[in-house]
Nanobody, 122 residues
Framework: QVQLVESGGGLVQAGGSLRLSCTPS????????MGWFRQAPGKERVFVAA????????TYTDSVKGRFTISRDNAKNTVYLQMNSLKADDTAVYYC???????????????WGQGTQVTVSS
């Protein structure tokens, strides 16, 4: 079993930045592809970004390309989501996810975190 703990959410003004962190426990971090999803009020949970087990490959949903950056530090067992130029539409609960193979928009990851709230005021 993998437990994912997110941190770094909060309230920020439009145009500002936040960095989310996620630390898994219970298994070898480098064995898992990692990703971030988000769920806005009244909407379904959707894919945001993913990174391969080695960190050599990343993917993003179109709406965050050029603004968000996913990265991982396997030595620190942590995956990050750097969010810049935040917009009101980015307001959502952000969920960290882990999978033994890969994470993409159409996949359902093996493990989920509890979520962290990001609120962007306009």
């Amino acid at each position: 079993q993998v437990q994912l703990v997110e941190s770094g959410g909060g309230l920020v003004q439009a145009g500002g930045s936040l960095r989310l962190s996620c630390t898994p426990s219970g298994r070898t971090f480098s064995n898992y592809a990692m990703g971030w999803f988000r769920q806005a009020p009244g909407k379904e949970r959707v894919f945001v970004a993913a990174i391969s087990r080695s960190g050599g490959s990343t993917t993003y949903t179109d709406s965050v390309k050029g603004r968000f950056t996913i990265s991982r530090d396997n030595a620190k067992n942590t995956v990050y989501l750097q969010m810049n130029s935040l917009k009101a539409d980015d307001t959502a609960v952000y969920y960290c996810a882990a999978d033994r193979f890969r994470i993409a928009a159409a996949t359902i990851p093996d493990y989920w975190g509890q979520g962290t709230q990001v609120t962007v005021s306009s």
